[in-house]
């Protein structure tokens, strides 16, 4: 199937790899975590495009995006996907975050249910609920504590990240994302009427088991849990895992055949 109008040249999306499935199967959005680009999803676009349309986000500020100013809050990179979104928007779309993309797919799901219907589904990765709050401020802080909050996360090379060349490219995108998602406050309102799955890591340093199961509160519909064996990234080190709960994900939310 040809992308809708509007698509094919849009900075902020990635496809890929092209599919050709019907206009009914689901379109996977990939909404990277802080400081992430979407060459980091390109092995699960390449793993889940047998069951979705996946569009992978690329936000301002980074590779080829690298002269573009960053957004610093949550609400000013919504803006952006959700215009960047509107073509999609007559299919089916599950929204898939992780870490600081599962706040943008939440907030996301939360605004297009206020204008009247939400997202297929919701995966949310690598994040605390947001009724838990603790305050940071990492993005006020220099630039040694931004690149050792990296490596502690494992996310980065770490070869990549003693290369000063290559800390002076991300760390203005780094910082803005930090910034986004310190300053997001959760205001509260009616719950989701979007199934939620929650993945995790099990020794992630940043969200335990329980802070992610509290995204159970925040949905009214259909919600499941899973949890892996790793870190922050345990995504990365667990990807076969993960293709494969996403892929079941992704079955499970796709509406009941009609009975005869």
């Known amino acids: 199937m040809?992308?809708?109008?509007?698509?094919?040249?849009?900075?902020?999306?990635?496809?890929?790899?092209?599919?050709?499935?019907?206009?009914?199967?689901?379109?996977?959005?990939?909404?990277?975590?802080?400081?992430?680009?979407?060459?980091?999803?390109?092995?699960?676009?390449?793993?889940?495009a047998a069951?979705?349309?996946?569009?992978?986000?690329?936000?301002?500020?980074?590779?080829?995006?690298?002269?573009?100013?960053?957004p610093d809050t949550v609400a000013g990179l919504v803006d952006g996907v959700e215009r960047a979104l509107l073509p999609w928007r007559e299919r089916p779309v599950v929204l898939f975050g992780h870490s600081m993309g599962a706040v943008l797919a939440f907030e996301l799901a939360r605004r297009w249910e206020r204008a009247g219907e939400g997202p297929r589904g919701l995966v949310l990765s690598g994040r605390s609920s947001p009724l838990v709050h603790r305050e940071e401020s990492l993005h006020l802080q220099g630039d040694d504590a931004l690149i050792g909050q990296l490596t502690a996360l494992a996310g980065t090379d770490a070869a990549l990240l003693a290369d000063p060349d290559f800390r002076e490219l991300i760390l203005p995108s780094l910082r803005s994302d930090y910034k986004a998602v310190e300053t997001y406050r959760y205001e509260p309102g009616p719950?989701?009427?979007?199934?939620?799955?929650?993945?995790?890591?099990?020794?992630?340093?940043?969200?335990?088991?329980?802070?992610?199961?509290?995204?159970?509160?925040?949905?009214?519909?259909?919600?499941?849990?899973?949890?892996?064996?790793?870190?922050?990234?345990?995504?990365?080190?667990?990807?076969?895992?993960?293709?494969?709960?996403?892929?079941e994900d992704l079955a499970s939310f796709a509406p009941a055949p009609a009975s005869g």
């Open 2 to 48: 040809t992308a809708p109008a509007g698509t094919r040249r849009d900075p902020w999306i990635r496809r890929f790899h092209p599919t050709a499935h019907p206009p009914t199967a689901p379109v996977l959005v990939v909404l990277p975590h802080a400081g992430g680009s979407a060459s980091f999803y390109f092995p699960f676009s390449r793993d889940l």
């Open 51 to 70: 069951h979705a349309e996946v569009l992978t986000v690329q936000y301002p500020g980074r590779q080829e995006r690298l002269g573009e100013s960053c």
């Open 191 to 247: 719950p989701l009427r979007t199934a939620v799955s929650v993945l995790c890591g099990e020794s992630d340093p940043r969200v335990s088991v329980a802070e992610a199961m509290g995204w159970r509160e925040l949905t009214g519909a259909a919600f499941t849990f899973r949890s892996f064996p790793g870190g922050h990234f345990y995504l990365a080190e667990r990807h076969a895992d993960v293709v494969r709960a996403v892929a």
